[in-house]
């Protein structure tokens, strides 16, 4: 089993200006472990084929990954941010189950 350290991005949908709504990013490190690491190649369906990878990333979850584990948009693994599509509760951890690339908003640079 591989260990893991790396950020995970929660999005939380806030009114920037009045009728403009925009998920604003933060991310947290965290240990843990890769329990399942797999890729799936979709072919047919779109014309430049989707990567998608089916990896469960098990992390040691704090306060705020237990209560915010529902605004769970990212995961940064192998340098690129994935898509988590599933997260299971299994206190003190959380299953993060991964998905295709993300390509949505990140955290404004410092």
Known sequence: M???FG???YGETVEATPGVWVDEIVEYSYYGDVLRNSR??????YLNDDLSVQNSISI???QYANEHFFAIRYVEWAGTLWTVDSVEVLIPR?????????????????
Do not use: I, M, S
């Not at 799936?40 to 369906?45: K, P």
């Not at 959380?94 to 410092?110: D, E, I, M, S």
């Open 94 to 110: 959380l299953l993060l189950r991964l998905g295709k690339v993300y390509n949505g908003p990140t955290p404004a640079a410092p």
């Open 60 to 62: 040691v979850a704090d």
């Open 2 to 4: 591989a260990r893991f």
């Open 40 to 45: 799936e190649l979709r072919e047919g369906q």
């Open 7 to 9: 950020n995970v991005g």
